[in-house]
């Protein structure tokens, strides 16, 4: 069996979203967290892209943090989005995130300054994580932040106390292994890119925060401990054949409106609802996305 983690990066429901808006539905994200804790799910991640956190006021995020820490168990971590484009506000949620009993946070490079060059962001990290309480990843998407956090830059602040590990999700295969190469054996990289699960699994990263753990974590732990078996022709069929249509209609319509269509569908949360400026599936691709996957 493997010892690869498998995280998920929850989505935040909404309900009363007439006004295209509405509220945190703790309901529909408590049944969702006791739903995947019988799926083979190692543990949580609110708050972060999928969990539409830069649509979330701050009182909103915190209550998006307690509601995931009261409804998991104590054993079963919690790593919560604590990203924000400046260092006061990100001392803020490192606060909240320690006070709300996460077991880490996840923080971002600043995605309105993406010009900044490598030391700039080192500085940013460096500013914010001091006199920090919990542990804190590292999360690198370009896709939305606009540039990556340089290798080397993890690398240094890999040795900072507060520093625990790294998500992934450039989908840069070249990047995820100078990562695994270059960073001490206690700093944990995950990956966060779903197209790169079996791969980062056969490279021997700690894990991966899925987002396809919403709907197939049971398919996806097949895969990991297919690796781990040296099964690579099931490993194989599972990333290209069961995973990779999900992921390809994440991608083009969205990980959060396609993760909530699936969801709401099978009756876990109430509403599909997604805030601006994010938009839900067009209705003749969830239907053709309902009908593939169920």
């Known amino acids: 069996m493997s010892t690869f983690d498998l995280y998920c990066p929850l989505v935040t429901p909404f309900e009363d979203a007439t006004d295209g808006i509405g509220r945190v539905d703790t309901d529909s994200l408590t049944e969702l ?4 804790l019988d799926s083979g799910v190692d543990g949580f991640v609110p ?5 539409e956190f830069a649509a979330l006021g701050p009182a909103e995020l915190e209550t998006v943090v307690r509601t995931t820490v009261e409804a998991t168990p104590a054993a079963t971590p919690v790593i919560a989005g604590a990203s924000a484009t400046n260092v006061p506000a990100v001392r803020e949620r490192l606060s909240m995130v320690a ?3 996460a077991d880490a ?4 490079a600043p ?10 962001n080192t500085r940013f990290f460096e500013a914010a994580l001091a006199d920090t309480d919990p542990p804190v990843y590292f999360y690198n998407i370009p896709v939305t932040v606009g540039q990556e956090i340089d290798v080397e830059t993890v690398r240094s602040l890999a040795e900072h106390e507060a520093v625990a590990g790294i998500k ?6 070249r990047y995820f292994t100078e990562l695994l190469r270059r960073t ?8 966060g890119y779903d197209g790169g699960l079996v791969p980062a699994a056969t490279l021997g990263a700690d894990g991966a925060v899925s987002v396809l753990s919403h709907v197939i974590p049971r398919k996806l732990r097949s895969a990991v401990d297919a690796v781990a078996d040296g099964e690579y022709g099931r490993a194989r069929q599972v990333q290209v054949d069961q995973a990779g249509p999900i992921f390809d ?14 969801l709401s569908n099978r009756g876990v949360i109430a509403d599909a609802a997604v805030r601006p400026p994010l938009s839900p599936l067009p209705a003749d691709a969830r239907r053709s996305l309902l009908a593939a996957i169920e």
């Open 33 to 36: 967290i006791e739903t995947l």
């Open 47 to 51: 708050g972060g892209t999928t969990g």
């Open 99 to 101: 006070d709300a009993g």
């Open 105 to 108: 946070a996840m923080l971002v």
């Open 111 to 120: 995605y309105y300054d993406a010009a900044s060059a490598p030391d700039g």
């Open 168 to 173: 992934d999700t450039s989908g840069d295969q």
């Open 184 to 191: 001490p054996a206690d700093f944990s990289v995950y990956q």
């Open 249 to 262: 209609a994440c991608v083009e319509f969205g990980f959060a409106a396609t993760m909530k269509a699936i």
